[in-house]
């Protein structure tokens, strides 16, 4: 037979069958292999059991047993059924005539999916899944806020490469970071990694969604195993958390995840566009029923979220009993606090007491709890509901196991929609002392435990918080205790705090081996300082290996020093080449230390070179300076300039500075024209200050530092309506700071009604801590009630900056803060002992 007789026997097509016999195509999926080898009177056995060798499947030990650490993981996209890879069930309604269900016979088990309706975001993705098919591995996530079609949008675009023998991997088990980080190893070729939910893969605490992270960048970039396709998803809220900068000098939790995640995002709207609409409206008029149902309740062109049930859902939590509602309650507030996904009933029975009133207590049923989930669990349409039960199959055991230890913990999970509700509704709000008693009672995952103590802890319940942290280091967290010393530090127990911090050091913690150097060297006691440097470094902390090269270079042992440097660099601490650069400049060896720069500034850190410009200065060699400053300008540093004229006007040579300040403008720093133009603006020069900072306009990067200047400018001269409108253009801008600084210069001028005015739309713009300035203007004012009420409110939030500040202002003595000392109740008293 030729290729094309032995296609019609077998009934496959043509290409399907050239492609299984040829080396470099894809893999032929078990179906083809078991069509040819019918067709063809061979062993389809023995056939499909070669096809599992070639994907890598199986692995067989030496007693010929096959072991899943070696199995390939993944099943054919063919397979799946998008409702176990959490494709929202629709509401109910008939389909439409004729239309089959896009999953295999056997597994058409659950609610029908309407027919799909594309959108924009579906053509940037399709073009991601093409780019995958055509061997180019491929991510992306799609941002959108509950219940807008984000994971339906994926299963939709991997159809296409089901024909294609393509696999689908979904790590969930025994959790999904752990799944993930388990399995990335061993993702072949020609596998879609399912990451809906993403946070809960990139977010996972103890480091281990950094570890994801990074394991999912090795891969995309792994040639041995391309192509493969990442596709993911993700809320608005998550994905900015994960892509925001830390404060300069700040731990930054998020690096790799923010590197995975750079150009790989899609994002969705909440509603349908018109375009959209219409396209629905047509499937309906052909009979989707569940499409013609859901246009009738849509508003706002929020089609998605009508079919996930979302405003029945809405209405079931607003007129849920009493014992219901203190139910979901809890659960909304467990997972605002990042606590679950999967809340045990043990948890929710014990949390929902005091989120009932007295008298709706008191009327509780012995089975008042079995009764609230079974309203809870009442579908809304399909197997959609408030609060569902998580059912676990119990794992496969051999006879001679015996029975299973523990029993099946009982879990709930609460509905997406509502849990994305709970976050905007109850954001102001701290949870009651019963929820907190039934976390510290029934939660046993470490991650649930430590950002529980956390949420405590920024909500200023203290005991809670450390009592949370106790049972998270119980539970095996060891960095928990190093949190614990931070409160006894803040409460004033010195002895108590560094007993925890030898405790976390001894057991093993870098973070706190680390600390422990810190407050020895603080002592004096050197010898112990550097000893714990040196188990911290021994340990893998590369900054540790700084710190002893400090101390090498202390002791005059530049040979010890430079090699500790240089391990420190190699284990990628970038702060380690600045600092053998800056002991080979003091030592005399410039020529060395210029090198370092240089290389350093070959690969975009031009930090060095500036440095070393600045040492210079302090040195005396002022042309030397320049020559550096101008070197790493040359090399992209709009700062190496103006760093340099700091130092100029810090040794008094106010000349020179502006000279550089000058030079740099001339070279487009954005941060030379800020100065320059800060400088003219105080010296009265206003004119002068207005030409540079509408060239700074024009300056690339320069846009919104132009904004915040001419508002100040226009405020020092007296034109409030136009420094407000540059204020708020910079605002629009993402930098609501020039807001504070006009209230900062018209409290200062007395006008401490305008100024409330500025802080408040501050605070509604969303800039951090501007309560702060609010609360201290207020208490100025004798408005004390006022400022402990805006306060208290933002320490319930998760915002206790501003109480903590309240507190310190009304201290009579020297000593503990008093609100950091014992903390609040629950319920916001503050405690004044235990």
Same mark, same amino acid.
């Given at each position: 037979?030729?290729?094309?007789?032995?296609?019609?026997?077998?009934?496959?097509?043509?290409?399907?069958?050239?492609?299984?016999?040829?080396?470099?195509?894809?893999?032929?999926?078990?179906?083809?292999?078991?069509?040819?080898?019918?067709?063809?009177?061979?062993?389809?056995?023995?056939?499909?059991?070669?096809?599992?060798?070639?994907?890598?499947?199986?692995?067989?030990?030496?007693?010929?047993?096959?072991?899943?650490?070696?199995?390939?993981?993944?099943?054919?996209?063919?397979?799946?059924?998008?409702?176990?890879?959490?494709?929202?069930?629709?509401?109910?309604?008939?389909?439409?005539?004729?239309?089959?269900?896009?999953?295999?016979?056997?597994?058409?088990?659950?609610?029908?999916?309407?027919?799909?309706?594309?959108?924009?975001?579906?053509?940037?993705?399709?073009?991601?899944?093409?780019?995958?098919?055509?061997?180019?591995?491929?991510?992306?996530?799609?941002? /959108?806020?509950?219940?807008?079609?984000?994971?339906?949008?994926?299963?939709?675009?991997?159809?296409?490469?089901?024909?294609?023998?393509?696999?689908?991997?979904?790590?969930?088990?025994?959790?999904?970071?752990?799944?993930?980080?388990?399995?990335?190893?061993?993702?072949?070729?020609?596998?879609?990694?399912?990451?809906?939910?993403?946070?809960?893969?990139?977010?996972?605490?103890?480091?281990?969604?950094?570890?994801?992270?990074?394991?999912?960048?090795?891969?995309?970039?792994?040639?041995?195993?391309?192509? *493969?396709?990442?596709?993911?998803?993700?809320?608005?809220?998550?994905?900015?958390?994960?892509?925001?900068?830390?404060?300069?000098?700040? &731990?930054?939790? +998020?690096?790799?995840?923010?590197?995975?995640?750079?150009?790989?995002?899609?994002?969705?709207?909440?509603?349908?566009?018109?375009?959209?609409?219409?396209?629905?409206?047509?499937?309906?008029?052909?009979?989707?029923?569940?499409?013609?149902?859901?246009? /009738?309740?849509?508003?706002?062109?929020?089609?998605?979220?009508?079919?996930?049930?979302?405003?029945?859902?809405? +209405?079931?939590?607003?007129?849920?009993?009493?014992?219901?509602?203190?139910?979901?309650?809890?659960?909304?507030?467990?997972?605002?606090?990042?606590?679950?996904?999967?809340?045990?009933?043990?948890?929710?029975?014990?949390?929902?007491?005091?989120?009932?009133?007295?008298?709706?207590?008191?009327?509780?049923?012995?089975?008042?709890?079995?009764?609230? *989930?079974?309203?809870?669990?009442?579908? *809304?349409?399909?197997?959609?509901?408030?609060?569902?039960? *998580?059912?676990?199959?119990?794992?496969?055991?051999?006879?001679?196991?015996?029975?299973?230890?523990?029993?099946?913990?009982?879990?709930?999970?609460?509905?997406?929609?509502?849990?994305?509700?709970?976050?905007?509704?109850?954001?102001?709000?701290?949870?009651?002392?019963?929820?907190?008693?039934?976390?510290?009672?029934?939660?046993?995952?470490?991650?649930?435990?430590?950002?529980?103590?956390?949420?405590?802890?920024?909500?200023?319940?203290?005991?809670?918080?450390?009592?949370?942290?106790?049972?998270?280091?119980?539970?095996?967290?060891?960095?928990?205790?190093?949190?614990?010393?931070?409160?006894?530090?803040?409460?004033?127990? +010195?002895?108590?705090?560094?007993?925890?911090?030898?405790?976390?050091?001894?057991?093993?913690?870098?973070?706190?081996?680390?600390?422990?150097?810190?407050?020895?060297?603080?002592?004096?006691?050197?010898?112990?300082?550097?000893?714990?440097?040196?188990?911290?470094?021994?340990?893998?902390?590369?900054?540790?290996?700084?710190?002893?090269?400090?101390?090498?270079?202390?002791?005059?042992?530049?040979?010890?020093?430079?090699?500790?440097?240089?391990?420190?660099?190699?284990?990628?601490?970038?702060?380690?080449?600045?600092?053998?650069?800056?002991?080979?400049?003091?030592?005399?060896?410039?020529?060395?230390?210029?090198?370092?720069?240089?290389?350093?500034?070959?690969?975009?850190?031009?930090?060095?070179?500036?440095?070393?410009?600045?040492?210079?200065?302090?040195?005396?060699? &002022?042309?030397?300076?320049?020559?550096?400053?101008?070197?790493?300008?040359?090399?992209?540093?709009?700062?190496?300039?103006?760093?340099?004229?700091?130092?100029?006007?810090?040794?008094?040579?106010?000349?020179?500075?502006?000279?550089?300040?000058?030079?740099?403008?001339?070279?487009?720093?954005?941060?030379?024209?800020?100065?320059?133009?800060?400088?003219?603006?105080?010296?009265?020069?206003?004119?002068?200050?207005?030409?540079?900072?509408?060239?700074?306009?024009?300056?690339?990067?320069?846009?919104?530092?132009?904004?915040?200047?001419?508002?100040?400018?226009?405020?020092?001269?007296?034109?409030?309506?136009?420094?407000?409108?540059?204020?708020?253009?910079?605002?629009?801008?993402?930098?609501?700071?020039?807001?504070?600084?006009?209230?900062?210069?018209?409290?200062?001028?007395?006008?401490?009604?305008?100024?409330?005015?500025?802080?408040?739309?501050?605070?509604?713009?969303?800039?951090? &801590?501007?309560?702060?300035?609010?609360?201290?203007?207020?208490?100025?004012?004798?408005?004390?009630?006022?400022?402990?009420?805006?306060?208290?409110?933002?320490?319930?939030?998760?915002?206790?900056?501003?109480?903590?500040?309240?507190?310190?202002?009304?201290?009579?003595?020297?000593?503990?803060?008093?609100?950091?000392?014992?903390?609040?109740?629950?319920?916001?008293?503050?405690?004044?002992?235990?």
């Amino acid at each position: 037979m030729n290729k094309s007789q032995l296609a019609r026997r077998a009934g496959l097509g043509r290409t399907v069958v050239s492609g299984a016999f040829s080396a470099s195509a894809l893999l032929p999926t078990a179906q083809t292999v078991g069509a040819l080898g019918k067709a063809l009177g061979l062993d389809v056995r023995v056939l499909l059991g070669l096809r599992d060798t070639a994907a890598g499947q199986t692995t067989m030990t030496i007693t010929g047993r096959e072991t899943a650490q070696t199995r390939a993981v993944g099943r054919p996209i063919a397979d799946c059924d998008p409702h176990d890879l959490e494709v929202h069930p629709a509401m109910d309604g008939a389909p439409a005539a004729g239309r089959r269900y896009d999953i295999p016979e056997h597994m058409r088990t659950r609610s029908v999916l309407p027919t799909y309706v594309r959108r924009p975001h579906d053509a940037g993705l399709a073009r991601i899944v093409s780019m995958a098919a055509a061997g180019n591995s491929q991510m992306a996530v799609l941002v /959108g806020s509950s219940s807008t079609g984000k994971t339906r949008a994926c299963w939709e675009a991997v159809q296409s490469l089901a024909p294609l023998g393509w696999r689908l991997w979904h790590p969930v088990d025994p959790t999904r970071a752990e799944a993930a980080l388990a399995g990335l190893e061993r993702v072949p070729a020609h596998t879609v990694v399912w990451l809906n939910e993403a946070q809960h893969y990139l977010g996972a605490g103890q480091g281990l969604g950094e570890r994801v992270a990074a394991a999912l960048r090795t891969l995309l970039s792994d040639p041995e195993r391309s192509p *493969v396709l990442v596709l993911g998803t993700l809320w608005p809220d998550y994905a900015q958390a994960y892509m925001t900068l830390p404060a300069p000098g700040r &731990h930054d939790p +998020h690096s790799q995840t923010r590197a995975l995640l750079a150009d790989r995002r899609i994002e969705l709207p909440d509603s349908f566009g018109t375009a959209a609409l219409d396209a629905a409206k047509t499937a309906a008029a052909s009979g989707d029923g569940q499409l013609g149902r859901a246009l /009738g309740h849509t508003q706002d062109g929020r089609l998605a979220q009508v079919l996930a049930g979302a405003p029945e859902l809405l +209405h079931r939590y607003r007129s849920a009993s009493p014992a219901a509602r203190g139910v979901l309650h809890a659960a909304m507030d467990l997972r605002r606090l990042e606590g679950g996904p999967h809340l045990s009933a043990a948890f929710l029975a014990h949390a929902a007491g005091d989120y009932l009133s007295d008298d709706e207590f008191d009327a509780l049923e012995e089975t008042w709890f079995e009764r609230a *989930v079974a309203e809870l669990g009442d579908p *809304v349409h399909g197997s959609l509901a408030p609060l569902r039960r *998580v059912r676990h199959r119990p794992a496969r055991r051999s006879p001679a196991a015996g029975p299973p230890a523990d029993p099946v913990l009982v879990v709930y999970r609460l509905a997406d929609y509502l849990e994305q509700h709970g976050r905007h509704e109850r954001q102001a709000l701290c949870p009651p002392a019963s929820f907190w008693e039934a976390a510290c009672a029934h939660l046993t995952r470490v991650d649930d435990l430590t950002r529980l103590a956390h949420a405590a802890e920024e909500r200023l319940r203290m005991s809670w918080a450390q009592a949370l942290y106790h049972r998270a280091a119980e539970a095996g967290d060891i960095n928990a205790l190093v949190h614990l010393y931070a409160l006894r530090v803040l409460a004033g127990d +010195h002895e108590g705090a560094a007993a925890l911090l030898e405790r976390a050091a001894e057991a093993g913690s870098t973070d706190a081996m680390e600390r422990l150097a810190q407050v020895r060297q603080a002592e004096g006691d050197h010898l112990s300082a550097e000893a714990w440097y040196r188990r911290a470094a021994d340990a893998g902390a590369s900054h540790a290996l700084v710190r002893l090269a400090e101390y090498r270079e202390a002791a005059g042992d530049y040979a010890q020093a430079e090699r500790l440097y240089r391990l420190a660099a190699d284990a990628g601490c970038f702060t380690a080449v600045t600092g053998l650069a800056v002991m080979h400049d003091r030592t005399g060896n410039r020529g060395a230390a210029l090198q370092l720069a240089v290389e350093a500034a070959a690969g975009g850190d031009t930090s060095i070179l500036t440095r070393l410009s600045v040492l210079r200065q302090e040195q005396g060699d &002022h042309e030397g300076a320049e020559s550096l400053a101008r070197q790493a300008t040359a090399a992209g540093d709009g700062l190496a300039l103006l760093s340099l004229a700091n130092a100029r006007e810090a040794d008094g040579d106010r000349g020179g500075a502006e000279a550089l300040l000058r030079e740099g403008v001339t070279a487009g720093s954005v941060g030379a024209f800020i100065k320059l133009a800060y400088r003219l603006r105080t010296a009265g020069e206003t004119e002068q200050a207005e030409i540079l900072y509408q060239e700074l306009l024009l300056t690339p990067g320069g846009y919104v530092e132009a904004l915040a200047g001419l508002a100040r400018l226009r405020e020092s001269t007296g034109d409030r309506e136009q420094a407000e409108d540059f204020a708020w253009r910079a605002a629009d801008c993402n930098d609501t700071y020039t807001l504070i600084e006009l209230a900062h210069m018209r409290e200062e001028a007395g006008d401490f009604d305008s100024a409330e005015t500025l802080y408040r739309q501050s605070v509604d713009a969303g800039h951090e &801590h501007t309560l702060v300035w609010l609360v201290e203007l207020l208490e100025k004012q004798g408005r004390h009630g006022e400022a402990e009420k805006l306060a208290s409110d933002a320490a319930d939030a998760g915002d206790s900056y501003a109480l903590v500040t309240l507190s310190e202002i009304r201290q009579d003595a020297d000593g503990p803060v008093p609100v950091l000392e014992f903390g609040l109740e629950p319920d916001g008293t503050l405690i004044t002992e235990i």
